[in-house]
């Protein structure tokens, strides 16, 4: 019988039991020593859900407008490196969920499907790309014009330059993020 996935830390179990032990490293990591990734979680978990009682909840709406984007939901896809090592699909299968739940993705800089890909994936769907800002700038141009020829409208912060992913390079991978 298959175990019923009620929170985030029960997909977590599922996906490390599911993924080789370097593609888990690289997915569970965050940069440097993990801190924003602790520091997040806390976050995350200080927020509480007040429900409301005896209130009129006939035309309830979950609809928002994300920086000029509207989604059906004021939750979106971030963007996440790599995805092909998690699923042959990697982030064809992320943008047609998303497509199908009316909310937007955003295409990593370093992803395993090309920003026209993606748009072909889930046609019409709202996608933001994220780029790093690399050295050579040629490079940088030329991602920003490979995402506009996949029809990515919006350009959003990147993560930090080079940054170090040392749950990666332990399990043997490079650690680089993006090279810049």
Not at 69 to 74: K, Q
């Amino acid at each position: 019988m298959d175990e019923q996935l009620l929170t985030v830390d029960d997909a977590e179990r599922r996906a490390k039991e599911a993924l080789s032990p370097e593609a888990w490293a690289y997915i569970a990591g965050g940069a440097g020593d993990e801190r924003t990734l602790r520091w997040n979680r806390e976050a995350f978990s200080r927020y509480r859900l007040r429900p409301r009682v005896l209130v009129d909840v006939s035309s309830v709406s979950t609809e928002a407008t994300v920086l000029g984007t509207p989604v059906s939901m004021p939750v979106l896809v971030a963007p996440a490196a790599f995805q092909g090592i998690a699923h042959e699909e990697g982030e064809l299968a992320t943008a047609r969920g998303a497509a199908a739940a009316g909310t937007l993705m955003c295409l990593s800089t370093v992803a395993t499907a090309t920003p026209s890909d993606v748009a072909a994936a889930a046609p019409g769907a709202p996608r933001w790309l994220q780029i790093y800002v690399f050295r050579d700038r040629e490079v940088s141009g030329g991602v920003l014009g490979f995402g506009a020829h996949g029809g990515s409208p919006g350009l959003r912060d990147p993560a930090p330059r080079g940054a170090d992913r040392v749950r990666s390079t332990r399990r043997g991978g490079s650690g680089d993020r993006g090279g810049a």
